[in-house]
């Protein structure tokens, strides 16, 4: 079985800059559309950001958009999310998403079949 694995996390100051990278090993993520996920503790997983398989399409959730550019590179099977600008608010466990092929409704963690074990980012005030 394939399976994701993100990267990246780390601490870093408010106004700081991070980049995400999500690899798969033993799948194609050519044919898979691809989101970005987050949970703060205490939370519920939100919608960050998705990619369709082709890349034409891209969502952002409101709160990160002007701030984070979601990206992929499936040459190198991998997805990226470059994170600027952070705040504190920002400070969760960052989760890779795929689905095959397409969703109907990209912010919808429902529509994803498979997930990474995630990455913590801490972003200090």
């Known amino acids: 079985q394939g399976q994701l694995v993100e990267s990246g996390g780390g601490l870093v100051q408010a106004g700081g800059s991070l980049r995400l990278s999500c690899a798969a090993s033993?799948?194609?993520?050519?044919?898979?559309?691809m989101g970005w996920f987050r949970q703060a503790p205490g939370k519920e997983r939100e919608f960050v950001a998705a990619?369709?398989?082709?890349?034409?399409?891209?969502y952002y959730a409101d709160v990160v958009k002007g701030r984070f550019t979601i990206s992929r590179d499936n040459a190198k099977n991998t997805m990226y999310l470059q994170m600027n600008s952070l705040k504190p608010e920002d400070t969760a466990a960052y989760y890779c998403?795929?689905?095959?092929?397409?969703?109907?409704?990209?912010?919808?963690?429902?529509?994803?079949?498979?997930w990474g074990q995630g990455t913590q980012v801490t972003v200090s005030s």
């Open positions: 998403a795929a689905t095959a092929y397409d969703w109907s409704s990209p912010t919808n963690r429902d529509e994803y079949r498979y």
């Open positions: 033993g799948r194609t993520l050519s044919r898979y559309a």
């Open positions: 990619i369709s398989w082709s890349g034409s399409r891209i």
